[in-house]
């Protein structure tokens, strides 16, 4: 998790929290008075984050120790440790809430993610997430979607040839844009289209795409879809997906299911630093 954008991340985070000082820390404790405590989980959660959270002590001060008791992709139960954190009283107070906005958000991505994959547990579908991330968290929130078990989609917008509506609409037909795609993809690159009727499939793989989105389609299309594709290309779902839908979409027989949720719509959850 801790590339160089990672990194700026925090330090803008930082910015915005602590540029001006602490003036509650400071006015109350002096510099010498140091203090241990532990991130504690205050519910069931999937922990995602904590090299991210130890970064941002170690940005305020690189004296503070912190010791992580967990690694990403743990289940915790309520009132378990993830990490125990040694230092400087102002500074670790400093770090509090950067720290625990960080790890809160990625844990609530990786924990619901996990439900997703613990929904389909036994189908051969596997839960992907989407680009519908917070902007500049991309790398963070796609590493909590691994983190609870589910497997990442493009991380932008050259890791893959997704044709889409719009793009179909500005070609002209299906055909056209994955003729169009074959024709000038760099090698190496699958070529994925979307659909959102039945017909559009067998163009699709006559024109010779390898991955069929299908788009906003029930269950029960999903799984005519499937026969109808016939093994003759990776079969995606995306679109209407939720908890409580999920499973029949992934017993109508997809390789993958996309949710935009597991990144747009995850609860931060609740994790505390108690000293």
Known sequence: ?????????????????????????????????RTS????????????????????????????????VVADGLELKQGETVAQVVGATRSLLSAERTA???????????????????AVAGTRAVICDTRKTTPGWRALDKAAVRAG??????????SGVLIKDNHVAACGSVRAAVERARKHAPHGLRIEVEVDAPEQIDEALAAGAEVILL????????AQAVAQIAGRAVVEVSGGVDLSTVRAYAEAGPDRISVGALTHSARAVDLALDF
């Open 100 to 118: 625990l906005n960080f790890l809160q958000r990625l844990s609530g991505v990786a924990t619901l993610t996990r439900k997703f994959a613990e």
């Open 215 to 222: 788009d906003n389609f029930t269950p029960a299309a999903v």
């Open 37 to 68: 405590g532990r991130i504690v989980a205050r519910e069931p959660l999937v922990v995602a984050g904590v090299e991210v959270a130890r970064a941002v002590f170690e940005r305020v001060d690189a004296q503070s120790r912190f010791d992580a």
């Open 149 to 158: 078990g589910g497997a990442n989609h493009r991380a932008d917008l050259a």
């Open 1 to 33: 998790m801790l590339t160089p954008a990672t990194l700026q991340l925090i330090d803008l985070a930082l910015e915005e929290d602590l540029g001006r000082g602490d003036v509650t820390s400071e006015v109350i404790f002096p510099v010498e008075a």
